[in-house]
């Protein structure tokens, strides 16, 4: 287990991550053999970056001492960021998109690792710097550990928000004793400050023909100020098929990011899901302050079928208690009845009027505009009913037996679990 002690701190640089491999090859020169370097950049998708020849000449050297004074063998694989001396990610990319040379005056390699089997980190790290401080690079740069003294969470979110307002990304935590694969996930912690907010899909891109995206979800399309968004996502290939399949249109998508761009957009924009709770919020249609208790419609239920244009399907689940039509909402009530073990999660809207448990038709205005059918209709029998417990048996056509409401969430809009129970 690591101790508080052996975890160090470095700040993220807003940057693209850049791995180096330098080998020797030898080479025939007038009746000669001789060795000479073969330096490679990669991307983080093990791409060949081409315009980074600017900093062979340092690179080879660093290597040159890493090898002779350390020991350490080729081929030397370096990890690096990639950083303008702005800290700006829009100035970076202008020099990675680059065909030619980039410009020195302005760009940076930031070395932070080596591959080097059976080395703590902190060792490896110290290899690098001594090399690093031999050469003095003006372009090669070291990206400096600190020891974290007294770490907790409460003290990484000050340094976090601190390292956030001098323009950098975040913070690395690294554990001292860490060994190092290359280019795989390791004993390394990024933490970023971040914001989220609610976006409407407006549309999905599907990958290119020649990905391993292709016919599948690449991004939403999300519209932030009236402008069009593209939104990645953390999804397995399950899911991105289904979103292809069926283009979440119109709904809510929470969307978490780094900060607003001076361009007036969100740097690093990743879907984290959709917001199924604000769009039954705003589909309520119409809202009912007052409604006039009608106790003839104690222990009827009725569930709508809601085809909302702008909403999308969804059912609203009605029960007769004490006068009114108390009302939850919900995506696939379906799946209660395919599945006796399924749960599922209904939204408290508030207590419609009696005149509801009759109505078929259109919605005509609102968010929630569209057809309304009598998905299914019956009578049920309290067993149990408190503020955040409610167990009843239903009689209708198609949901029949013992259900439970379990209050799961308290907030502006209650959610509750939805299950059969025995």
């Known amino acids: 287990m690591t101790k508080p002690e052996d975890i160090y701190w470095s700040p993220k640089i807003d940057g693209i991550r850049t791995r180096i491999i330098v080998d020797k090859r030898t080479i025939k020169d007038k009746s000669e053999f001789r060795k000479i370097a073969d330096i490679k950049y990669l991307s983080i ?40 001396e702005s800290k700006k990610l829009s100035h970076v990319m202008t020099q990675f998109r680059r065909i ?35 050469v003095k690079s003006k372009n090669i740069l ?58 409407k899909i407006i549309g999905i891109n599907l990958g290119k023909e020649d990905s391993r995206l292709k016919g599948k979800l690449a991004t939403f399309i999300c519209e932030y100020k009236g402008k069009p968004l593209n939104v990645s996502g953390r999804l397995d290939d ?20 780094q900060e607003e761009t001076p361009e007036g957009s969100l740097r690093n924009p990743i879907f984290i899901r959709l917001r199924e709770d604000k769009f039954l919020r705003e589909t309520i249609e119409p809202n009912y302050p007052d409604v006039t208790p009608n106790h003839k419609i104690d222990g009827k239920f009725l569930i709508h079928k809601h085809e909302a244009k702008k909403a999308g399907l969804h059912y609203d689940l009605r029960l007769g208690h004490n006068g009114v039509l108390k009302s939850w909402a919900c995506r696939k009530i ?25 109505f078929e038709g259109e919605i005509e205005d609102g968010y929630g505009a569209g057809k309304v059918t009598v998905w299914d209709k019956g009578t049920f029998k309290e067993t149990y009913w408190s503020k955040d417990h409610i167990t009843v048996i239903f009689n209708g056509t198609k949901l029949k ?22």
């Not at 340092?58 to 081929?75: A, F, R, S, T, V």
């Not at 907790?152 to 190092?180: C, P």
């Not at 037996?401 to 939805?418: A, E, H, P």
């Open 142 to 199: 070291l990206l400096p550990y600190e020891l974290f003294h007294n770490f907790s969470t409460d003290r990484l979110d000050d340094l976090v928000n601190k390292m956030s307002k001098f323009g950098y990304e975040g913070v690395i935590l690294q554990n001292s004793n860490a060994e190092y694969i290359y280019g795989d996930t390791y004993y390394a912690v990024k933490a970023k400050k971040v914001e989220t907010v609610d976006l």
């Open 238 to 257: 399950k899911d991105r098929d289904e979103f292809a399949k069926n283009p979440p249109i119109g709904k809510i998508a929470e969307v978490q990011f």
């Open 401 to 422: 037996g013992k259900y439970t409401f379990i209050l799961y969430q308290n907030g502006t809009q209650k959610q509750w679990l939805f299950f059969k129970s025995k």
């Open 45 to 84: 998708n093990y791409k060949e970056i081409p315009n980074f020849k600017i900093f062979d000449k340092d690179i080879i050297e660093i290597c040159h001492i890493l090898n002779k004074e350390y020991g350490i063998k080729y081929p030397i694989k370096l990890d690096a960021e990639a950083s303008s």
């Open 100 to 134: 030619e040379t980039a410009d020195p005056s302005i760009f940076r390699l930031n070395i932070f690792d080596i591959v080097i089997n059976n080395t703590p980190f902190i060792k490896r790290h110290n290899f690098v710097k001594k090399a690093i401080e031999k």
């Open 334 to 358: 379906s799946d209660l009845i395919d599945d006796e073990a399924k749960r599922i999660m209904v939204f408290e809207t508030p207590d419609h009027d009696s005149s509801w448990f009759n």
